[in-house]
């Protein structure tokens, strides 16, 4: 395909889209049975569970082809820069003396409960490249953030 977007993943992220393929691929079944019960009860227009299990169905098949698609232009970026900021990194820094560690991800994979943030985020992209040692601001509407890069693994 031309222009096909690329989806950068780490080992992790792609390893955790096939578990959740394989996951819904194992739910599916028991759904179209929960939709066939459902649609023997009778009159359709009144039945929430058809409708839920329809809806439910619809969601995993969704869900399902969009998993494919990004499986199929996705590149696995494995991180190789230890002494700089890259994608796949893990990164400690410090503003003020509050320490927090951070991996930089695709925004696909970025999750902050995690501490897993996107390589386009202010934070991130501000990161990539930099070295132990080295300083950032980050500026917001409201305020500027110093931070300072602890470790780079």
Avoid: C
């Avoid at 390893?15 to 066939?36: F, G, H, M, S, Y």
């Avoid at 696909?108 to 490249?129: F, H, Y």
């Amino acid at each position: 395909m031309k222009n096909a977007p690329v989806y950068q993943l780490t080992r992790e992220g792609f390893n955790n889209l096939k578990k959740e393929e394989q996951a819904l691929v194992d739910k599916r079944p028991q759904v179209v049975i929960n939709l066939t019960n459902a649609r023997e009860q009778g009159d359709l227009s009144e039945n929430a569970g058809y409708h839920a299990a329809r809806e439910e169905l619809s969601w995993i098949d969704s869900r399902l082809k969009e998993i494919k698609y990004i499986k199929r232009f996705a590149k696995v970026v494995e991180n190789d820069k230890k002494s700089e900021v890259a994608f796949g990194s893990k990164v400690t820094i410090d503003s003020n003396g509050i320490t927090s560690q951070f991996t930089i991800v695709s925004a696909m994979e970025a999750d902050p409960q995690k501490n897993k943030i996107s390589d386009s985020s202010p934070i991130g992209s501000a990161l990539i490249g930099k070295k132990a040692g080295e300083e950032i601001t980050i500026e917001t509407e409201s305020s500027k953030t110093k931070y300072k890069i602890v470790e780079v693994n």
